[in-house]
């Protein structure tokens, strides 16, 4: 027996620790529905009716729409 194997008790073994698979999955592509604009608007005119959107309300959308 070599001196080397006498130190080391005959262990050849590599690292002591367990590593774990930690692989993560890349996040799966999910694509946005259609904005119909037809039922946009239906539902705008809806929540005017209803008294859910004032007048002013509906003009700071077309506003901000403006803007884009």
Sequence with gaps: ??????????YTGGSPRVRS???KTPPKFVPQPKILVNELINQIATWKLD???TS????TIITELKKI
Aim: aromatic share 0%.
């Design 1 to 10: 027996m070599s001196k080397l194997n006498a130190i080391n008790g005959g």
């Design 21 to 23: 698979e930690n692989v």
């Design 51 to 53: 008294g859910d959107l």
């Design 56 to 59: 002013e309300e509906i003009q």
